[in-house]
């Protein structure tokens, strides 16, 4: 389907990458997809798929990190995926898979271990966040963002769409992939995170401070794509505001209003303060929002029904994603091992 041949990075002069730029990136099936990953992730990986060879993972063994239940991992493996076809992604334009049904991730994370230090892996924020104040923090934990720098390595990918929390991970990516060329000459691509303008940072409607998240208990603040036209109006309208009830787009003092006035300009394709400008009233301008969010879902939530009713369909989508995957994945991984001087099997 893709060209191969010459391209921008001279490392595919030596190896087959396509002309088209490859992307790669990765969601959690930690819990519901939310607003947040939508616009900070997900509706742009849906356009890159014109323009890219675009491969996308849910990553399952990302989320061991966390507490989840081995019977709900599994149901919401197969129900993030599905969420993501609803929301566009489309098999004949992208390669959606799971991650560990591609062995070579666990395999090239510890080359990249091998490859990472301790002290730039302690700086990591998220990590530092999510072990704080615990008695026992687990290894996996610790090394979590090396496995995501394996994730894009493998597809040689150039381009890594993520929101704005995701950041600190692409650096430390760059960082072990620059390493790794320097002491084992010129093998993985070097990855560049694509943070969107407008939708990185989607905050907690009740906590506006704080990020909208999969992994803090805030139902109120967390708007889910799949919540009804109820739901996603109750919760726009309970959103925490201020008091001095001037609408103007001010991110560091007047935070919660920031973050309506970003959902309804994303929605909308306008800036926040292009919107602002439109509204006297908070009330006015969390009506628009609500039915602007209602509107946008609206079609994801539609064919996520249809998709919901043939799991099997779903299923072999996954397989025959995984297969071309494998392919791609098992190149890197073995020229990366080579490079390292491990004895390839004959
Ligand atoms: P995850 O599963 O937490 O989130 C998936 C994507 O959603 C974005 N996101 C947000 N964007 C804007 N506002 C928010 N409130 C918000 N919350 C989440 C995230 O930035 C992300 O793009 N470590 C990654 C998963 C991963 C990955 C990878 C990503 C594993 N391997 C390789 C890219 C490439 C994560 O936990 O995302």
Not at 131 to 139: D, I, L, M, N, P
Not at 144 to 169: F, K, N, S, T, W
Not at 305 to 330: F, Q
């Amino acid at each position: 389907m893709h060209r191969v041949g010459y391209h921008r990075t001279p490392l595919a002069r030596t190896y087959d990458v396509p002309l088209m730029a490859r992307v790669l990136s990765g969601i959690q099936p930690s819990g519901d997809l939310h607003l947040g990953n939508y616009l900070g992730a997900i509706v742009n990986w849906v356009s890159d798929q014109d323009e890219h060879d675009a491969f996308y993972c849910v990553v399952d063994l990302h989320a061991l990190t966390l507490d989840i239940d081995p019977a709900d991992l599994r149901a919401r493996t197969h129900d993030t995926a599905i969420d993501l076809l609803a929301a566009g992604l489309d098999p004949e334009r992208c390669t959606l898979f799971v991650q560990s049904h591609v062995v070579q991730h666990t395999q090239m994370a510890w080359l990249l271990e091998c490859t990472a230090t301790m002290g730039e892996l302690q700086r990591m924020t998220q990590f530092k966040d999510k072990s704080g104040g615990r008695e026992s923090v687990r290894a996996g934990l610790f090394t979590y963002p090396v496995l995501m720098a394996a994730d894009i390595v493998l597809y040689d990918a150039e381009r890594v769409p993520v929101g704005d929390d995701q950041r600190q991970h692409l650096e430390l990516a760059r960082d072990v992939t620059i390493r790794f060329n320097n002491r084992f000459g010129d093998t993985l691509v070097v990855p560049e995170a694509a943070i969107p303008k407008a939708g990185a940072r989607v905050m907690d409607l009740q906590h506006p401070e704080r990020k909208m998240s999969k992994s803090v208990n805030s139902p109120l603040g967390t708007v889910l794509v799949l919540d009804d036209p109820v739901e996603i109006t109750r919760k726009i309208k309970k959103a925490v505001t201020d008091t001095d009830g001037e609408v103007r787009y001010d991110r560091d003092k007047k935070p919660g209003l920031a973050n309506l006035l970003e959902l309804l300009a994303v929605a909308t394709g306008r800036t926040p303060t292009e919107v602002a400008d439109g509204y006297e009233r908070y009330g006015d301008l969390k009506a628009d929002t609500a039915e602007a969010l209602v509107e946008l879902l609206r079609p994801l939530q539609a064919r996520r029904a249809e998709l919901a009713a043939d799991p099997g369909a779903v299923a072999a989508l996954l397989a025959r994603g995984a297969e071309k995957a494998t392919g791609v994945a098992s190149a890197t991984y073995d020229r990366a091992a080579e490079a390292v001087g491990l004895l390839r099997p004959a």
